[in-house]
């Protein structure tokens, strides 16, 4: 017997030195664990920045990549609506997109993929893109009328910092937006889309004619809107969203797994409270709801931008205070905490990532972390080697912050669904019918009304599976009735009758 004990514990010894992490691994919680991986940078362009990328973030323990695929109105993937990317650094007929899916996916631990579009900018540059095609030449500074779909600050400058800038109040600029997100979906099996500068750039701006035409229609305001009028905020707002739930019911209807996820404002100082969120920066300054965006389950995850230095006081403290704001507001999707390593020491990168991680004073987590960024990890020149190893091993700057392996966290809403979608269209005789409201009821005497976009879109999240008859409020349209289904997205379009 105790021969058969003596050997027991040797073999525990053994698979213990073969297998090192194993019993770390098996009891780690499940944690988001992100690189942000920026098209601006080396990290994609060539067969060897990928190898490379995917093996530092194993060696970090990192699960998932979120990799900038669209810079400004380009492709660094070869299946695109767009033109190729004019980076030279980008290898000649080479898909970073789909070589990137196959090392993450393909090897172990299996690595999720999200795919990074910048949303809105379109340019950045004096030169005009060479490709005639480029969205920047048809619908820039040189379009006319509606073909013009330029975000505009009030004083008519179309360029924010060195960017162009779509205007999300203008449909077809929020139309052929959308598709860009739709075909990665169609055509790429990453693991979700991530949404950037999905926002305005300022409170000056959203001065497009369109948009502006299309407010005064609504609201029946005369002239010019000052940028700090609260009506015409709140339309800016309202077209942000617009667009977010564009894009999140149409992908989940031809992918309901996808993961829809956005890079979101936290500048400043945090919210405590519901009226200091509406005061925030990301409602005041940008017109970005995304608190709105959980709570109404157009997002599957928000990825605040927690930008701030750890070694400045006010900075660490506005830290703490969003990312408690942050734990505690979740609504039943993900929040994923985003500290600013470019910005930090690596101790301090780590020191935030600890507090990101630690439940708040409620006893409520993120989902994780995502780090900005794989190329710039810390302030101070140091090798990002360095840091990429003290994620995730015993380190000069303390305890690692990923230990062991950790599975990504589960989305009950997608894995195991109750509850269903409706999403449709209505025109009338002259096209899409813009700010009609669209009234459902349902099982349970459910009612609920939404208005329609510039482009007719309505869309309803949430709803118990059964019978909904969708009626277009004060307009001669026949009702019509659809069955929503747990986990998927029922359409129906409408068309308004004389």
């Known amino acids: 017997m105790r021969k058969w004990i003596a050997w027991i514990a040797l073999m525990s010894v053994l698979m213990l030195a073969v297998h090192p992490a194993s019993a770390a691994e098996s009891s780690q919680e499940k944690e988001f664990r992100a690189f942000w991986v920026d098209a601006f940078h080396d990290g994609i362009k060539t067969p060897e920045q990928v190898d490379k990328l995917v093996a530092d973030a194993r060696k970090a323990n990192v699960n998932a990549l979120i990799v900038q695929v669209r810079r400004r109105g380009d492709a660094y993937f070869n299946r695109a609506l767009e033109p190729r990317t004019e980076d030279p650094a980008l290898q000649p007929g080479f898909d970073a997109l789909q070589y990137l899916i196959d090392k993450a996916h393909g090897g172990s631990p299996r690595i999720e993929v999200h795919a990074w579009l910048a949303t809105l900018p379109i340019w950045n540059s004096a030169t005009p893109p060479k490709s005639p095609d480029h969205v920047f030449n048809q619908h820039g500074p040189s379009a006319e009328g509606r073909d013009y779909w330029l975000m505009t600050r009030v004083d008519g400058a179309e360029r924010s910092g060195s960017d162009y800038v ?36 300022g409170a000056d701006w959203g001065y497009n004619p369109t948009s502006l035409e299309r407010y005064r229609a609504e609201t029946g305001a005369v002239g010019t809107p000052d940028p700090q009028d609260e009506r015409w905020k709140q339309w800016r707002r309202e077209q942000v969203t617009n667009l977010m739930r564009q894009v999140y019911l149409r992908s989940i209807a031809i992918r309901p797994d996808i993961k829809v996820s956005a890079a979101v404002i936290a500048w400043g100082k945090g919210p405590a409270s519901e009226e200091e969120y509406r005061q925030s920066a990301p409602m005041q300054q940008v017109m970005q709801d995304w608190n ?8 599957d995850m928000a990825i605040p931008m927690n930008y701030d230095r750890e070694h400045e006081p006010d900075q660490k403290l506005w830290f703490d205070q969003w990312i408690t704001w942050e734990k505690d507001h979740q609504y039943g999707r993900h929040i ?28 409520n987590r993120a989902a994780g972390v995502s780090l900005y960024s794989y190329a710039e990890t810390n302030k101070d020149g140091i090798s990002n080697d360095v840091f990429y190893a003290a994620l995730s091993g015993p380190s000069p700057y303390g305890e690692p912050v990923f230990p062991g392996r950790a599975e990504v966290p589960d989305m009950p809403w997608k894995t195991d669904p109750n509850k269903g979608f409706l999403m449709g269209r209505v025109k009338d005789a002259r096209g899409p019918a813009d700010g009609v409201k669209v009234k459902i009821r349902g099982p349970k005497g459910i009612v609920r009304e939404a208005r329609t976009d510039g482009n007719g879109f309505f869309g309803f999240t949430d709803l118990s599976p059964g019978s909904y008859v969708i009626q277009v409020d004060k307009r001669v349209a026949a009702a019509k009735v659809t069955k929503v289904k747990a986990g998927k997205v029922a359409e129906v379009n409408m068309q308004l009758i004389k």
């Open 292 to 299: 709105g965006w959980l709570s109404e389950g157009i997002i």
């Open 336 to 363: 994923v905490i985003g500290p600013a390593a470019y910005l930090n020491s690596i101790s301090g990168t780590l020191d935030q990532i600890r507090r990101a991680l630690a439940p708040s004073p409620s006893g």
């Open 166 to 201: 779509l205007d999300p109040g203008h449909p077809d600029a929020v139309e052929y937006t959308v598709e860009q997100y739709l075909n990665v979906v169609r055509e790429y099996d990453v693991d979700g889309i991530h949404l950037d500068l999905v926002r305005y750039m």
